[in-house]
């Protein structure tokens, strides 16, 4: 049995790996996410039947059944307000010597998305620095934090391997007005911005259109850099 943390994407892809004879569950703390994932289980024939969405926080959740073979996390496992304790429960769900895998960002130097997007925002309103390791996609940029949570937690062997490409901002196929748009609807700057006033947000938009344009690429959508932390550790 495999536990994802639900976009609908992973747990499906999870589901087909598993074949007819396994078990996915799907969970995330957002009702609109897991709504989503079951619309879109529906449209994939393949073992879809075996995917199983639920609406918890990871942090806390107990769940019924036997313990889980794998747990995977694509960039939903560095928003735990205590992720020391969260790690603690999530140990709990897995079966001793079963497997977690997480994808997680590398610190913002490495990831020019955000790094080009923040600078837009910051031309235009005041951004404080956040805590590096306040709950939010960066939290986990530490490689040694992160060990040490693992470790607390129970884990161990933590093997962590980087992965470099681009992404396309606002998924594939995006032109930079839906990347734009994405962005800001999606991202803690679109709602600063939005505190400053309908002009500012006006201007800061028009401004990742322009940057967007530049890094739009025809049948890919709008392209930027990455790096990402894969990590993988036993119960």
Known sequence: MIWGVAGGLTSLAAARATGPDGAVLGLDISPDLIDAAR????????????????????ATVALDGEPYDRLISRFGSMFFADPYAAFTNL??????????????????RDNPWMMELMGVARSHIDIPSPDPRAPGPFAFSDLDYVRDILARAGFSSPDIEPYQGEQPIGGPGASPDEAADFALAS?????????????VLARARADLVSLFGQRHVPGKGVMMANKVWLLTAKA
């Open 39 to 58: 619309r879109r289980a529906k449209g994939h024939a393949p073992n879809h039947s075996g995917v199983t969405f639920v609406c918890a926080d990871a």
């Open 91 to 108: 140990h709990g769900l897995i079966r001793p010597g079963g497997r977690i895998d997480l994808a997680i960002w590398a610190a913002p």
């Open 187 to 199: 991202m803690a700057i679109g709602r600063a911005l939005a505190e400053a006033g309908d002009d």
